[in-house]
C-alpha cells in the first residue's frame, strides 16, 4: 500500500525522506516523490518516478532540487485511482503551486469534489482522487496551514492519512488521519511524520500514532494534535520504537504471506468501502459502465480465469446464478482461449486476476472481446493490461500481494464477485429486503475473517500434527466446493505436500479409493444446505481409517462424534461461509510450510505474475 513520509527540522530532509521511502519498500509501490521546501520560503520542488526509490534518487541526481531544503514530504505510490505513471505519483500540487500533498487512502466522493473543484476553475494535472485535497485545501485557504486542512477535510468522505505543506507555512506539516495509519516523531529541533513507524526507526525512539479524526502541526522540535471536529487538543501517547531490520521488511511478520492473511480484513474493508448501499440493498460499482437496461439485457455471464483466481470465480457463479439469476459458468482461461467458445453480445465475460497481467487470462479477454461479449474485468493491479484493455470493471483494492500464493487478492475477489451479483440481482429478482440482507452479510466479510484468525492456535496444533503426512484431501459441497479446491491449492503449493480438492460426493466416485489412515481428510462443514449429506461423507472417510480435520460452525457439535481436530468458524450466511472456512485453509496450508521449513514467500517453480502460456 501506500507509504507517506515527512521531515521538518534543522538540517536537510532529502536523507531522511529517502531512507523512509526506502524503509517502506516492502510494502510494495509502483512509484514515488518527493517535496522539498526550501528554507525562508519558496515553492515545492517536485520530483516523482514510476518504479523504484532507486528511480526517483537517479530522477533527483538529474534534475537536483535544493538538498538543503530542512523541509519535505515523500510518498511511495501503489495506484488506485489511475495507473501508475509520473503525472500521478505522489506529490500533488495545488493549482498555485503552493500547497504539496501526500495521501494515501481512498477518497469516496472524489467526482463530486473534482466536478466541484473544475467548475471553480481548478485544473487536474492527474488522473488521482488525491489530487482533489492540494486543491481543495487552496480553495479552503484561512490564516493557518491546520485551519486550511482542516475546513477542506470537512467536504472529504473516504479514507485518508495526509502530510500537507505549504511554502506560506515555513517549518510547518499538517497531517491528518481517517482510516489509514499516521505515525509523529519529535526529537531536538525535529518532527517527522510517516504512515508506517519502520520509516521513523533510527529516527526517533519513541512515536505517538494518531487516531482517526485527529489533526496534528509539526514544528521543528515539536508537534500538538487536535481533534478535526472540535479542534481541541488531545493527548497520544508516544511508544517505543523499537524495530528489528528484518521486521521492518516484513511488518513484523516472518513471511509476507503471513502477513497478507493477517492484512485481510482491512484489504475486504477496502474492497467493500463506498460500494454498499444500505438503503436500497444493492452494491454501486461505477467502473461497470453499466445502465439497468444493460443489465437487464444480459443473457450469460461467463467467468475466466486461473489458478486461485479461477477457484474465486467459481464462487461468483454461484452468486451470479443464485442472487441474479443469470445463467452463469466459469471457464478456465487456458480452455476458453482455444476452444471457440460461444459467446454473444448479450454475455457479459467477467474476467478475474489479481496480477491483471496473466497470459491465458488475457488472451481470453481479448478473444472475448473480438467475440463481441461485454468484457468486464475484476484486477487488482491498477492500470494493468487486462483492466486496460477491458476498459471496464471493478478494482479489488486489496493492496499489493507480495507473497507468490493469493490470499488477501481471493477473498476480495470474492467480495467483488458477490457486490456484483448483487447489483444484477437487484436490477433483475432481488427485493430491496432481499438486497438488504447480502448487504448486512457482505459487511460482516472482515468481522468473519478477524474471528477466523483468531483460531490461529488451534490450527498450529493441527497443523503439528499432520505437518508429516505426504497426501492430503479437501472435501466441500455447495459454496464450500470452491474452498475446498482453493485449499487444496495453498496447501500444496507452498508445503509440497500432495493435496486434493473435491466435491464431497464424488470421492466415492474413484478418489476414496486412495484413503487410509495415512491420508488426512479437511471436511469443509459449515452449517447450511447440504450439511447433513456432509456428515455422510465424513463417516465415509472415517470408515477408511482417513483422520478428519473439520471446519465447522461455532455451536455445532456434529462433527465431533467423528474427529477431535475441529476448526471453529461463525455462524453466517452459507454464500459468505466460505471467506472465513479459506482464511483458516490458508493459516492450516502457512503453518504446514512453516514447519516443514519450506520457502514460503517464493516456492519452487513458481511465480506472482505468470506471463506465459
Ligand atoms: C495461487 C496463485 C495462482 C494465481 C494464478 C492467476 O496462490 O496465486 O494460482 O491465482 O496464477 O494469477 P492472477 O490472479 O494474477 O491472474
Not at 528489528?244 to 485481510?264: L, N, S, T, V
Not at 456434529?558 to 466460505?578: G, H, K, L, M, N
Request: contains cysteine; aromatic residues 6%; hydrophobic residues 45%.
Amino acid at each position: 500500500m501506500c507509504g507517506i513520509v515527512g521531515y521538518t527540522g534543522r538540517g536537510p530532509a532529502l536523507p531522511v525522506l529517502l531512507s523512509g521511502l526506502h524503509r517502506m519498500e516492502y510494502r510494495g509501490y509502483d512509484s514515488a516523490g518527493v517535496a522539498l521546501l526550501p528554507a525562508g520560503g519558496g515553492a515545492p520542488q517536485v520530483r516523482r518516478a514510476v518504479g523504484k526509490v532507486a528511480a526517483l534518487e537517479t530522477a533527483i541526481s538529474e534534475s537536483p532540487v535544493d538538498a538543503s531544503a530542512p523541509l519535505g514530504i515523500g510518498h511511495t505510490r501503489w495506484a488506485t485511482h489511475g495507473a501508475p505513471s509520473e503525472r500521478n505519483a505522489h506529490p500533488h500540487l495545488s493549482r498555485d503551486g503552493s500547497i504539496a500533498l501526500v495521501h494515501n487512502g481512498i477518497i469516496d466522493n472524489f467526482l463530486a469534489l473534482r466536478e466541484r473543484l473544475v467548475s471553480q476553475g481548478f485544473v487536474f494535472r492527474s488522473e488521482t482522487d488525491s489530487e482533489a485535497l492540494a486543491h481543495l485545501v487552496e480553495a479552503c485557504r484561512a490564516d493557518t496551514l491546520l485551519e486550511s486542512v482542516r475546513r477542506a477535510l470537512s467536504f472529504v468522505s473516504g479514507t485518508y492519512g495526509i502530510a500537507v505543506a505549504a511554502s506560506w507555512a515555513p517549518g510547518q506539516i499538517v497531517v491528518a488521519r481517517k482510516g489509514s495509519p499516521i505515525a509523529i516523531a519529535a526529537a531536538d529541533g525535529v518532527a517527522c511524520v510517516a504512515s508506517d513507524a519502520a520509516a521513523l526507526a533510527g529516527r526517533a525512539d519513541s512515536v505517538a500514532y494518531l487516531d482517526d479524526g485527529d489533526i496534528a502541526l509539526l514544528v521543528p522540535g515539536g508537534f500538538e494534535v487536535r481533534s478535526i471536529e472540535a479542534l481541541s487538543p488531545v493527548v497520544r501517547p508516544a511508544a517505543p520504537l523499537d524495530f528489528a531490520p528484518d521486521a521492518i521488511e516484513k511488518g513484523g511478520y516472518e513471511h509476507f504471506m503471513r502477513k497478507e492473511i493477517a492484512e485481510q480484513p482491512e484489504a475486504l474493508e477496502n474492497c467493500l468501502r463506498g460500494r454498499l448501499v444500505d438503503e436500497d440493498g444493492t452494491a454501486k460499482l461505477s467502473g461497470l459502465r453499466m445502465e439497468p437496461r444493460d443489465i437487464a439485457a444480459l443473457q450469460s455471464v461467463v467467468v475466466t480465469a486461473c489458478g486461485t483466481s479461477y477457484y474465486a470465480g467459481l464462487h461468483g457463479t454461484y452468486a451470479f446464478e443464485q442472487f441474479s439469476g443469470i445463467p452463469s459458468r466459469i471457464e478456465q482461461a487456458a480452455e476458453f482461449r482455444y476452444r471457440n467458445p460461444i459467446v454473444a453480445p448479450e454475455t457479459a465475460l467477467v474476467s478475474l486476476s489479481q496480477s491483471g497481467e496473466t497470459a491465458d487470462t488475457l488472451a481470453a479477454v481479448r478473444e472475448a472481446k473480438r467475440k463481441g461479449a461485454l468484457v468486464l474485468s475484476v484486477c487488482n493491479v491498477v492500470g494493468s493490461t487486462i483492466a486496460r484493455e477491458a476498459g471496464r470493471g471493478v478494482y479489488l483494492h486489496a493492496g499489493p500481494e507480495i507473497g507468490v500464493a493469493s490470499t488477501k487478492a481471493f477473498l476480495c475477489q470474492v467480495a467483488v464477485l458477490s457486490m456484483m451479483a448483487l447489483l444484477f440481482g437487484r436490477t433483475r429478482r432481488l427485493s430491496c429486503q432481499e438486497g438488504r440482507t447480502i448487504v448486512g452479510a457482505l459487511k460482516a466479510l472482515p468481522d468473519l475473517v478477524r474471528a477466523a484468525l483468531a483460531q490461529e492456535d488451534a490450527i498450529v496444533r493441527i497443523a503439528e500434527k499432520f505437518a508429516g503426512a505426504r497426501d492430503a484431501f479437501f472435501i466441500g459441497r455447495g459454496w464450500q466446493y470452491p474452498a475446498a479446491l482453493e485449499g487444496a491449492l495453498k496447501l500444496k503449493e507452498i508445503s509440497y505436500l500432495h493435496a486434493e480438492g473435491y466435491h464431497a460426493a464424488e470421492l466415492k466416485h474413484g478418489p476414496i479409493a486412495l484413503l487410509d489412515e495415512h491420508v488426512p481428510v479437511v471436511a469443509l462443514s459449515p452449517l447450511g444446505p447440504g450439511h447433513d449429506k456432509m456428515l455422510g461423507n465424513i463417516q465415509e472417510c472415517r470408515a477408511r481409517k482417513a483422520p478428519v480435520i473439520a471446519i465447522a460452525t461455532e455451536g455445532d457439535s456434529s462433527v465431533d462424534a467423528f474427529t477431535e481436530d475441529v476448526i471453529r468458524v461463525p455462524q453466517c450466511p452459507d454464500f459468505t461461509a466460505a471467506v472465513p472456512v479459506v482464511v483458516v485453509e490458508q493459516l492450516f496450508a502457512y503453518h504446514v510450510a512453516r514447519l516443514r521449513g519450506e520457502p514460503i514467500d517464493q516456492p519452487r517453480n513458481l511465480a506472482k505474475s505468470v506471463t506465459v502460456e
